[in-house]
Structures are given as C-alpha cells and as structure tokens.
C-alpha cells in the first residue's frame, strides 16, 4: 500500500478540472482518484515499479514545485503536449502520455512501465525485485 508524506494541500475535483482546461490535458479518472487523496509527497518506505524506484509523486498545484512549474520547466521534453509528469525516478520523469505510463530521463531514454496509471500504481512494491 502506498502511504506517502509531505503530501500538498488536498485538492477539489474543480480545481482538478481547471487544471486540465488550462493546460489542455486529460487526467485518467484513476490519476483523479490519487491525487485527491495525494497530492504529490513523498512515499514513506521505500517504493518501486519494476525495479524502478519511486522518488516522489508530483503535486498538481501547492508546493514550491508542482505540476504547471514542471510542464513549463519540461517544455520541449517530450514530444507532445498530452504527457503528464507524474512521478520523478532516479533522475528521470515519469508521466502518462494518453493512458500508459513512461520514464524518461534528461539523455533521451524512455522505458515502458505501465499500460495505465491503475497497472502502475497495483505494480507499486516495497522491494526493488519483487514483481
């Protein structure tokens, strides 16, 4: 189970919908899901997908360095607008691009984690090895 800290101010479902009107993005409902509960933070024990380790969850808005700073910050890093960055990874940025679930790092390497935020977050273990 993820238990994360240092979580943000919880957000509203409208200040959600907002987000996505101004950044012309599509939230999957079970990446909604998560960040009404967790906005952004940092998991408490170790956390890994795959062997990949799990820094911190990026927080929508609130915080010194949410989500709209990210996508400013990130422009040009990835080849469309619809990429999410949701979660950071060993240096890399993790994001949903349409609903599967990427890791892409500032050399250019991108990894294939996920067929969508729901497979991503069941796939969450403790262990680095233990999938």
């Known amino acids: 189970?993820?238990?994360?800290?240092?979580?943000?101010?919880?957000l509203t479902l409208q200040e959600i919908s907002d987000f996505e009107i101004e950044f012309n993005l599509k939230f999957p409902e079970s990446y909604k899901s998560?960040?009404?509960?967790?906005?952004g933070g940092?998991?408490?024990?170790?956390?890994?997908?795959?062997g990949y380790p799990i820094d911190e969850f990026i927080s929508?808005?609130?915080?010194?360095?949410?989500?709209?700073?990210r996508l400013k910050n990130l422009k040009g890093f990835f080849n469309n607008n619809v990429c999410i960055p949701i979660a950071t990874s060993n240096g890399g940025v993790i994001?949903?691009?349409?609903e599967k679930v990427y890791v892409k790092y500032?050399?250019?390497?991108i990894d294939f984690l996920a067929n969508s935020f729901k497979d991503?977050?069941?796939?969450?273990?403790?262990?680095?090895y233990d999938f």
């Open 106 to 109: 500032s050399d250019g390497q």
């Open 42 to 50: 940092y998991p408490i024990d170790e956390l890994y997908f795959k």
């Open 95 to 98: 994001y949903i691009d349409t």
């Open 34 to 39: 998560h960040i009404l509960k967790y906005n």
């Open 60 to 69: 929508i808005k609130y915080g010194d360095y949410h989500m709209s700073e």
């Open 1 to 10: 189970m993820i238990q994360l800290e240092d979580t943000e101010q919880n």
């Open 120 to 128: 991503f977050l069941n796939g969450i273990k403790d262990e680095a």
